[in-house]
């Protein structure tokens, strides 16, 4: 996968419908474990609320949950996870609360509200693009810094870590689509003197 959508902060948002309280909550999440202690925060947060319902979708294995917590079968989990995968973001949780305000919404009013809760949710989480990107590192000496730093975010790079010692060692993460222009332009700029190496490869917001 060399790309995907996420939530970039946990962020709640809440409404009220026929005097019921809902409030959305998302996380970005990696684990299941790291999705069922976020669930468990919420019910343990909210334990005098009537329902928590929750689900997460995962990456790592493509795992899909969702718990309608006491509502009607189909009528709270399973809108938010649609929700959830309709919006194509994954390594997410979201957790809807439901403080019941007496008046009974019926099937199909728990649907929309259980689709509002989880939209605002991931609205207010913000979804983000995450690509998979080459980590590199470059050393040059301090009258090239200036040109090579410059050089980096024109290719579409983002400079994460600058050192200065002897040398000035830049480390950056950059699109596997631009590294071949980046190296071509460094190589015109420094004559050839000065190559990247690539470290690694990880996931960021682009």
């Avoid at 939530?7 to 684990?31: H, L, N, W």
């Avoid at 909210?46 to 309608?68: K, T």
Wanted: charged share 20%.
């Amino acid at each position: 996968m060399q790309q995907y959508k996420t939530v970039q902060r946990e962020a709640c948002d809440e409404f009220v419908e026929q005097r019921s309280r809902f409030i959305g909550y998302v996380r970005p999440v990696t684990t299941e474990e790291e999705a069922l202690a976020f669930v468990n925060e919420k019910k343990k947060q909210h334990w005098d609320a009537r329902h928590n319902v929750y689900a997460y979708v995962l990456r790592e294995g493509g795992i899909q949950r969702c718990s309608d917590d006491g509502e009607p079968h189909g009528t709270a989990g399973v809108p938010v996870l649609d929700v959830i995968l309709k919006s194509g973001v994954t390594d997410v949780a979201v957790v809807v609360t439901r403080y019941f305000g007496g008046i009974l919404l019926g099937a199909g009013g728990l649907v929309r509200a259980y689709t509002k809760g989880a939209g605002i949710a991931l609205e207010a989480g913000e979804i983000i693009l995450m690509k998979s990107c080459h980590i590199c590192q470059i050393s040059c000496d301090y009258n090239q810094y200036g040109r090579i730093s410059s050089l980096i975010p024109s290719c579409g790079g983002v400079v994460d870590d600058t050192g200065f010692a002897a040398d000035v060692t830049m480390t950056f993460h950059i699109p596997p689509e631009q590294y071949g222009t980046f190296t071509k332009q460094l190589a015109d700029l420094t004559c050839g003197s000065i190559t990247a190496e690539i470290l690694g490869e990880d996931y960021f917001s682009m």
